[in-house]
C-alpha cells in the first residue's frame, strides 16, 4: 500500500526483455534503495513492483508481460525519469490517500495551461474508468495522489502545484504522453457492495432489495 506522495524522482538504467513478453528493468533510486531489501515493494510510475536485487543505489525488478501491456511501463526507455515511492509503514502519516499500486488504465496529457503559482493539466479518461472520478475526488496519476478539479465524460484535469512540477515527471509530461492512472479503491468497492444489493446477486448472502430500508 502506498500514499501517492512521490519520494524521489528516479530513472531507468537497464530494460532487459525475458522470457515471453515480460522484462526485467534496473531503476536508480538511492533514496529508496537506502533501506531496500529483497521482496519489497516500490511503486514505479504508480506501478507496484517487487524488489529483486539491490546494488549500488540500482533495484531490479520483474515486470510481466500484463504490467507492460496494462500501464504506460512498457513505453519506459533507458534514460527516462520515473516517480518513486515505498511501501507505506504502519504508523506513517497518511500524506495523500490510500493507492494500492494496481494500475485501473492508462490515460494521456490533453493539455497544460500554465497559471502564475500552479498549472491545469488537463488528461484523456478511459470511458471504464469515468464513473470513478468524481470533483474534488482522489486519482493517482504516475504515482501521485491527486485532486480532482474538473470532470468531464472522458477527460478530467488537475492542478499541479510547483513542488509536483519539480519533485514528479508530470512537470515535463508533454500532450500525448501516457500516463497510468489508479482510481480511489473505495470508489470500487462501494460500486461492488451496492450493486450486489440491488441485484442479489448469488454467492454474497445479500438478498434482492424488494421494498422498504435495507
Known sequence: MFTGIIEELGEIVRVTP?????????????????????????????????????????????????????SALGALNVGDPVNLERAAALGSRLGGHLVQGHVDGVGAVLSREPAEQWETVRFRLPAALSRYVVEKGSITIDGVSLTVAEVGADEFAVGLIPTTLKLTTLGAKSVGDPVNLEVDVLAKYVERLLGDRLTGTAGTGVAPITGGVA
Open 18 to 70: 525475458t522470457a515471453g513478453d515480460s522484462a526485467l528493468i534496473g531503476v536508480r533510486g538511492p533514496l529508496v534503495t537506502s533501506d531496500a531489501r529483497h521482496g519489497d515493494s516500490i511503486a514505479v510510475n504508480g506501478v507496484c513492483l517487487t524488489v529483486v536485487e539491490v546494488a549500488d543505489g540500482v533495484f531490479t525488478a520483474d515486470v510481466m508481460g500484463e504490467t507492460l501491456r496494462r
